[in-house]
């Protein structure tokens, strides 16, 4: 408890830190002034992106069902690198040409040059909506944490772990959010090379045993990567993540916010080291502990635990509670960015579009804090079942935005030909694909992500294809950026 006492009074400090740094205006508020360094850019963007599902959710389903689970890691590890090479350096130029744009949808406006505000509408929609569902994800993580790590009933954990995120982030907007995320990060990679490895150590030569006997104890073979229960069709279906990651605003936004275009090399190895040696951690996490309880005795009530009491098993107190921050850090800095872009797109994409385009700047930083309120409380309340599953309600997040806004984030960098058409049509029909596979009760065959991307991406192609040429000015533009990102 001492050592998560001195987290909470950590990611506060930063909040404060910030506040005095760089909230002044809407920019610094919501961007940090486009001033992040490529480490805070990475382990910012990782950390953000990860959140409870890799430290609960990802370790959760490995030791229920084995390796098979694993081929997640493998396509997200996959889809960070394209991330970063087809859209990073792109995105953060085109940004500042274009109306030096703050959030997604007033990208995808000033992109096109959309004065009917059809593009900002949609896009402002479609993140309010799957971020309410994705945030809700972090408060379910939250409250089983509390329950499991520090004795309190699921919905005062809620309260807790909603509440300090809130308040740092209200204090100290996007600068504190990146700031806690680099040290959350940190704190998230030490603890996923640890408690592997010494769980590892502590069966020692029994390890293979105790594999066979968790094996036998759930009737699969926990070692299979595909063959038996793991068929081709599960395979790409759980690969198929690293798809969402084009279209994810919460990590695509430090994209945005890097101090210079030259920086994101070095940010792109930072990145993906973190992810892989991580993703490695989480699914030798679930494996090794399948063989440990099935070896030592016992069994975790809910799988999603299992990282939790292995911390606790396995540490001194002390030493686990700095090793159990880590789950908690992970579970912060998502929630904490979650928050902030859809507080920026209820406020810039909201607010100041449609209520009141003369809103001062003290004005807007005031409604963007109001939002993170509002928004948390939403959450909050979607969150209340303890028996939501968090890796289930982030798939479905998760694919929500990478059917909706990845294909269109990529036409709209890397081909000249789209049109605002074209990616209003792409957003919508990828949207409703994935909420019409999940109502349809096709995600057991097919993670909704497939058939919504594939749908999204010949939505854009045929509309604009059938739709006029974008202007001279809009193909200029698009030239500009693509030369200024050369290299990075």
């Known amino acids: 408890m001492i050592a998560l006492a001195i987290y909470f009074i950590a990611m506060l400090g930063i909040g404060f830190y910030a506040w005095r740094k760089s909230t002044q205006d809407v920019e610094g508020y919501l961007l940090g002034g486009r001033d992040l360094g490529p480490a805070v850019t ?6 953000s992106d990860m959140s409870g599902w890799l430290m609960m959710g990802l370790p959760g389903a490995i030791f229920l069902s084995g390796l098979g689970q694993g081929w997640i890691a493998v396509g997200l590890v996959i889809g960070a690198y394209l991330n970063y090479r087809l859209v990073a350096p792109r995105l953060r130029t085109y940004t500042e040409l274009a109306g030096d744009s703050i959030t997604v949808p007033d990208f995808f406006e000033e992109r096109f040059h959309d004065r009917s505000h059809s593009l900002r509408l949609v896009s402002a929609i479609v993140i309010i909506i799957f971020f309410a569902l994705y945030t809700s994800a972090g408060m379910v993580a939250g409250g089983k944490f509390a329950v499991s790590a520090m004795g309190m009933d699921y ?22 959010v990146s700031l806690t995320d680099f040290v959350q990060g940190c704190i998230m990679f030490l603890a996923l090379v640890l408690v592997p490895l010494v769980a590892w150590l502590e069966l020692g030569d029994g390890f293979g045993p105790a594999l066979a006997a968790a094996e036998a104890s759930r009737g699969v073979s926990l070692t299979q990567m595909i063959g038996g229960d793991v068929t081709l069709l599960a395979m790409i279906s759980a690969a198929a993540w690293g798809l969402g990651y084009f279209g994810q605003p919460h990590i695509i936004v430090r994209f945005m916010a890097i101090r210079n275009v030259k920086d994101m090399p070095i940010a792109r190895r930072i990145n993906i080291w973190w992810m892989a040696i991580s993703l490695v951690g989480a699914v030798l996490t679930g494996l090794v502990g399948a063989a440990y309880f ?12 299992v990282f939790l009491l292995l911390s606790k098993i396995l540490f001194h107190p002390f030493i686990a509670g700095f ?9 912060m800095s998502t929630i904490s960015s979650q928050l902030l872009v859809t507080s920026s797109s209820l406020t810039e994409d909201i607010y100041k579009t449609f209520l009141k385009r003369d809103a001062s700047e003290k004005q807007l930083v005031m409604i963007g804090r109001t939002m993170v309120v509002l928004v948390s409380v939403v959450a909050g309340l979607l969150a209340l079942d303890p028996d939501s599953k968090v890796l289930g309600i982030v798939s479905n997040a998760w694919a929500g935005f990478g059917a909706a806004f990845g294909p269109a984030i990529i036409f709209s960098l890397r081909w000249k030909r789209t049109t605002r058409e074209g990616v209003l049509a792409g957003m919508i029909v990828g949207a409703l694909v994935v909420i019409a596979w999940i109502l349809l009760g096709l995600s057991s065959t097919m ?11 010949i939505a854009i192609w045929l509309v604009s294809k059938a739709t006029a040429e974008p202007s001279p000015e809009i193909g200029k533009q698009f030239e500009e950026a693509a030369a200024a990102a050369q290299g990075a």
């Not at 990475?42 to 950390?47: C, E, K, P, R, T």
């Not at 099935?294 to 635990?305: F, R, V, Y």
């Not at 993670?447 to 991406?457: Q, R």
Request: aromatic fraction near 8%.
């Open 323 to 331: 090793v159990l921050a880590a789950v908690l850090a992970a579970i």
């Open 294 to 305: 099935a070896s030592k005795g016992g069994a975790p009530a809910d799988e999603e635990t």
């Open 155 to 176: 919905f005062h954990g809620i309260l807790l772990m909603g509440g300090i995120v809130v308040v740092y982030t209200v204090m100290g907007g996007f600068l504190a």
């Open 42 to 47: 990475a382990l910012s963007a990782g950390a």
């Open 447 to 457: 993670y909704e992500i497939v058939p919504g991307f594939i749908a999204s991406c």
